[in-house]
């Protein structure tokens, strides 16, 4: 039972232009909601976060909307630099079970020049 | 700051033999810790997590276990690896409290032969 899922394993964008990746999911407790950069032979990075009492939050090129009836959120890059490229992980977390942290499996992101 | 340590970096390790990994947070006090496995193009499974000294929550069964002697040192451990524990291993931690964010260490490749 796959409770956050990035449908889209693969994503390619030019530099420069907007990246946009997505995630669902399933479990209505969830209320907060986070996205994490990944590196080969790296750890995670944390990148943003948002509660589920907001729909938008946003950091420097980075953008995470929250659409709660569609139980969908999404990470806007813009612009796309070079040094974006890698695996990007969605992560949500809840009242229950708040020590812990779901993943999807993550969307690797390239940037072209 | 807070800074995570996770050690060796790379193991190679055969069959049947055991296992140690250690984890060091420093900077911070009672922090949660986690450990994670990352399998060959899957995303981040919760192995254990640990909300204080002396206790752990198992999220997957295995042939492994966790340790917490000290406050901030989070010990993953094996008697006997299989081929299966192949993977890159991740420990995190997080502030105790509301937050939800958990921060990464480098990761360990380990390689089971």
């Known amino acids: 039972d796959q409770q956050v899922k990035q ?53 420097g090129r980075f953008t995470v909307f929250l659409n709660k009836s569609a139980k969908h959120l999404s990470l806007h890059i813009v612009p796309s630099q070079p040094g974006d490229s890698a695996v990007y992980f969605c ?23 | ?36 496995r990352q399998a060959a193009g899957r995303g981040l499974q919760l192995l254990f997590y640990s909300v204080g000294i ?7 069964p295995q042939n492994l276990s966790a340790s917490r002697p000290q406050d901030r040192q989070f010990i993953l451990s094996s008697k006997k690896l ?11 931690w997080r502030a105790s409290g509301r937050n939800y964010e958990q921060y990464f260490g480098p990761g360990t490749r380990l390689t089971v032969t």
């Open chain 2, 54 to 60: 002396g206790q752990i929550s198992s999220e997957v």
């Open chain 1, 7 to 59: 449908n889209s394993p693969s994503l390619s964008v030019q530099e420069g232009r907007i990246s946009i990746l997505n995630c669902d999911y399933t479990n209505s407790m969830f209320d907060y909601f986070l996205w994490y950069k990944k590196y080969p032979a790296e750890g995670p990075t944390f990148l943003i976060s948002i509660s589920s009492i907001k729909d938008k939050n946003e950091d």
């Open chain 2, 1 to 36: 700051s807070q800074t995570i340590h996770q050690w060796p970096a790379t193991l190679v390790q055969p069959v049947g033999s055991p296992l140690s990994l250690e984890c060091t947070v420093e900077g911070t006090s009672n922090p949660n810790l986690y450990w994670y």
């Open chain 1, 91 to 113: 992560a949500a977390s809840g009242i229950q079970g708040a020590q812990k942290l779901v993943f999807g499996q993550g969307t690797r992101l390239t940037i072209n020049p």
């Open chain 2, 82 to 92: 299989l081929l299966s524990d192949s993977g890159f291993y991740l420990c995190a």
